[in-house]
DNA sequence: TCCATATTTCCATTATCGTCGAATTATGAA
DNA sequence: TTCATAATTCGACGATAATGGAAATATGGA
């Protein structure tokens, strides 16, 4: 993963809606969510559920596949897992293994 | 650690040159390194660098000790612990585990 | 085809971020 | 005390982010 897509990631997360989005999504887990039962869940205007789930997609961090009328979004969890792998890889110093 | 905490954390860390102030200080080390000369290191006006050193010590990645003129700046790698054990909590399911 | 539903894009507004020169504060040495 | 060095804060600017109403796009059903 490139430096640039660390920044972006971490800046996609980084946004407490996204983050509330994103961590609503790990707990639906893989058979994702359709974005009108997003918004509504966590209370959120479409038009800006849209804006904030268009950065997580930008960045890799969620997946979307279309069903029907509905858009279905789902975590990325390779990408999650590069993501972290990358901070351990980088920051780690002996002192904090995991 | 709470959810502003883990937000503020991810949002000091998703900016460029504070990516690479706080990998540059990674690597330098627990010794740490004086403002004066990370900015020369890193190529970046002392105005900013005090700018972006503020944001990842008010994020809690960085600490500060004074050493007669210059103030020295070190990784929290506690805190980076904290943090990567928060992501990897609740966002894992199995799949990723590290 | 026409309509209803689902979502996105467009637009304008407000707020915050990133930058750096200049001024200020803090420390140490003579 | 006075000066030099180290770093921060101030001030202003342009750029980007976050928000949500309105319009546009896409899909499916009658």
Redesign the interface.
């Known amino acids: 993963m490139e ?2 897509n ?3 990631s ?2 996609a ?4 809606n996204r ?1 509330r989005v ?2 609503h999504l ?1 707990q639906a ?1 893989p058979q994702g969510l359709a974005a009108g039962q997003l918004a509504e869940e966590l209370g959120l205007a479409a038009a800006t559920l849209s804006f904030h789930l268009k950065e997580l997609k930008h960045a890799g961090l969620i997946n979307c596949t279309r069903k029907g009328r509905s858009l279905i979004y789902a ?1 990325n ?2 990408h ?2 590069t993501l ?2 990358f ?2 890889e ?4 002996g ?2 293994s ?1």
Do not use: D, H, T
Request: hydrophobic share 50%; net charge negative; charged share 10%.
């Open positions: 430096i640039v660390v920044v972006n971490l800046a997360l980084a946004q407490e983050i994103f961590r790990v887990g975590p969890f390779e999650m897992q972290i792998n901070l351990l980088n920051c780690c110093c002192e904090c995991s």
